[in-house]
């Protein structure tokens, strides 16, 4: 469960959302690290998934760490990604499950 | 940005529905989940969406307004029209709103498109072929003049669908794509008859099941590992509707959906219907290639609980798509005039098998009326629908479509089965109305 005072901003960001969205198109925030959320893990997430696909794909969804580990354990067995170094992958894991994580 | 934002609406409703109700509009369920809209509240939520919401009482607690949920449409990518969805640029995936899904016949230019590797480079004609083998008397290396002198020609309209389309309505999100409900298209496309090739190539006894091969490459650039490579069982693929196309709406097929030829197996999970084909290879059993093992488009075959790990040799690959619908006009968030009827139309579809009965609401589904509903042109085929709505009052109001095939099976309010990767969500599409 997030804390209060996240559920109050995501609340008035979503009235501000509204408010946009009936306005011009908004240019897109944070072109940097292919729109990764900043944070501890970003540069080193962004090289590790950019060779091969569009940031988008990990942006667009929101795992467990459990979840987030099959990911990469799927990109290693069958989609023909290099093997991360043990602590690589740790510092990606809690970069993901922190900042495109959900609860449980 | 804006669909940073949007998303994180959606996911304050997916977390807690009620918290979410009590924290964005200060809306509270009484002790019967309805009837909860007061004061602030619905002050609240009227404002946000615009207008006052005549059949609060009716509106379920935790549910998101139509208003809000909608995709974003502020996105744009080169080469198809503008006010598309862009799920992903690399590979590139990209969703229709359902308002521009309002044509009998999808243009080309409005068609989703849904990609496991690259987009390739249209391939010379000349140096296109396909080749039939496996479980065949005789191995075909056809090219495509060979494809298109010696076979019967069929124009069908077919609906494909994204085998995951509906899947950002899933709790907890599955992997993939989150489509809403546009991954979907029916174009005529113009082709052969897959079954009439493997007569010509002869069945052997022991066949059972295609692999389809194509020219796209792996996303990570290894030449031997395909992109996807999956396949149906011979029923379906000897169903006189799964036709090798050459033609979409009479052109071309144009590269992102799988020049110069692809596969159209309708009503399956589009993923059957591989673009830029150059094999099909007949099995002796359940193709394996890339998409058909593991968890990918394969279900439960017994229901289980949000979240859950399911075992693989619990999964089962998807057959037929299921009964579906969705309005295409009007636009979510249109103004109407109150104590008028204003005309709601869209589509609807059920895989293999088709609908019987299209119901609208405008109360939140506590009563329905019955839409006009056209046959499809040809099996497999989407059909229209049309219905005549009146808003008696002003303020908010959502229109709900609901279909039921010609088994009784109709689309559920709320999303259905939970399954690992988010696949057949056919709950009903709504949209947002302001009567006026």
Redesign the interface.
């Known amino acids: 469960m997030k804390k209060k005072n996240e559920y109050l901003s995501l609340a008035s960001a979503a009235v501000v959302a509204l408010a946009l969205s009936l306005s011009t198109g908004i240019a897109k925030a944070d072109e940097d690290f292919g729109g990764l959320p900043e944070g501890e893990g970003q540069e080193l997430t962004f090289y590790a998934c950019q060779g091969c696909h569009s940031l988008m794909t990990v942006t667009n969804q929101r795992f467990s760490r459990r979840v987030w580990d099959e990911v990469l354990d799927w990109m290693v067995d069958e989609q023909g990604m290099a093997e991360l170094p043990d602590e690589d992958r740790e510092v990606i894991l809690d970069y993901l499950s922190t900042h495109l994580g959900i609860e449980g | 940005?804006?669909k940073?934002?949007?998303r994180?609406?959606c996911?304050?409703y997916h977390?807690?529905p009620e918290?979410a109700d009590a924290?964005?509009f200060g809306r509270v369920p009484e002790s019967n989940r309805r009837g909860f809209l007061k004061g602030a509240g619905l002050a609240a939520m009227g404002a946000?969406v615009g207008g006052a919401i005549p059949f609060s009482a009716n509106m379920p607690a935790g549910l998101i307004p139509a208003a809000?949920a909608q995709g974003?449409t502020?996105f744009r990518l080169e080469g198809k029209m503008d006010g598309l969805i862009?799920?992903?640029?690399?590979?590139v995936n990209i969703e229709t709103p359902a308002h521009l899904l309002d044509d009998d016949i999808t243009p080309a230019d409005k068609f989703f498109v849904r990609n496991n590797g690259t987009l390739p480079d249209p391939i010379n004609l000349a140096d296109w072929s396909l080749k039939i083998d496996g479980e065949v008397e005789n191995e075909l290396e056809l090219s495509y003049d060979d494809l298109v002198n010696d076979f019967e020609h069929v124009t069908l309209r077919l609906q494909l669908e994204c085998g995951g389309n509906g899947r950002a309505g899933f709790n907890?999100?599955p992997?993939g794509?989150?489509w809403m409900i546009g991954a979907i298209g029916n174009a005529e496309w113009t082709g052969v008859r897959l079954s009439d090739i493997l007569r010509r190539a002869g069945l052997k006894a022991s066949a059972v099941y295609t692999g389809h091969y194509s020219y796209d490459e792996?996303?990570?650039?290894?030449p031997d590992?395909p992109a996807i490579s999956r396949g149906g069982p011979i029923d379906k693929m000897m169903d006189p509707h799964t036709i090798v196309a050459f033609k979409m709406n009479g052109e071309d097929i144009p590269a992102a959906h799988g020049y110069p030829v692809r596969m159209v197996a309708p009503g399956w999970p589009g993923s059957v219907s591989q673009k830029w084909l150059t094999r099909v290879w007949v099995r002796d059993k359940e193709h394996d290639g890339?998409g058909m093992t593991?968890m990918s488009y394969r279900v439960p075959r017994h229901p289980v609980e949000p979240?859950a790990e399911v075992p693989a040799e619990d999964m089962m690959v998807m057959g037929s798509m299921i009964v579906k619908s969705l309005i295409s006009f009007p636009e979510t968030g249109v103004e109407v005039p109150a104590g008028r009827p204003f005309e709601v139309r869209g589509h609807a579809w059920a895989g293999d098998d088709w609908v019987e009965t299209m119901e609208v609401s405008l109360d939140y589904g506590a009563t329905w009326q019955r839409a006009e509903l056209s046959p499809p042109p040809n099996k497999y085929s989407w059909q229209r629908w049309r219905a005549n709505l009146t808003p008696r009052n002003v303020g908010y109001y959502e229109v709900w479509a609901r279909a039921t095939d010609q088994n009784g099976r109709a689309q559920p309010m709320v999303v259905p089965g939970w399954n690992p990767r988010g696949y057949l969500n056919n709950s009903c599409h709504r949209i947002a109305v302001m009567a006026v």
């Open positions: 940005m804006s940073k934002i949007e994180g609406l996911e304050l977390e807690d918290r924290v964005v946000a809000l974003s502020d862009v799920r992903n640029d690399r590979p907890p999100p992997r794509n989150q792996h996303l990570s650039g290894d590992r890339p593991g979240g």
